[in-house]
């Protein structure tokens, strides 16, 4: 599935409201951000703490424009927790890191403007 990602995009067609609930986002913290040079784009891995919960988990996020790996652990970001684990190279991504494209379609990530606990789910 082939999503545009830029602010020409037309609207998606209209969802009912279950189908957006059938969409687990969830906020986690940063634990660990790790280069991820077997990836065919430039990519990082996160390790994102979901709270007791969801738990730990790993995503592969093209973020490498906007951010530093040294930067990343404390920040809090928003992720789909229920898709299936997609296979990228080595590593198993088990949630995807969500963000906007900026002018040039560089993704910026996406998260709360105070602190929230982790594992709090999208409303």
Do not use: W
Request: proline letters at 11%; a negative charge; hydrophobic letters at 45%.
């Amino acid at each position: 599935m082939h999503m545009a990602h830029d602010s020409t995009a037309p609207a998606a067609p209209e969802i009912r409201f279950d189908q957006f609930l059938a969409v687990d986002i969830r906020i986690g913290t940063i634990i660990a951000a790790d280069p991820f040079p077997q990836a065919r784009k430039p990519a990082f891995i996160l390790t994102i703490d979901f709270g007791p919960a969801i738990g730990v988990k790993r995503s592969s996020a093209q973020i490498t424009e906007h951010y530093a790996c040294d930067d990343l652990p404390g920040r809090q970001v928003a992720a789909v927790v229920n898709f299936p684990p997609r296979q990228i190279g080595p590593m198993m991504s088990e949630v995807l890191t969500l963000g906007f494209p900026d002018a040039d379609g560089k993704v910026v990530l996406m998260g709360p403007s105070e602190p929230v606990p982790n594992g709090g789910r999208l409303f």
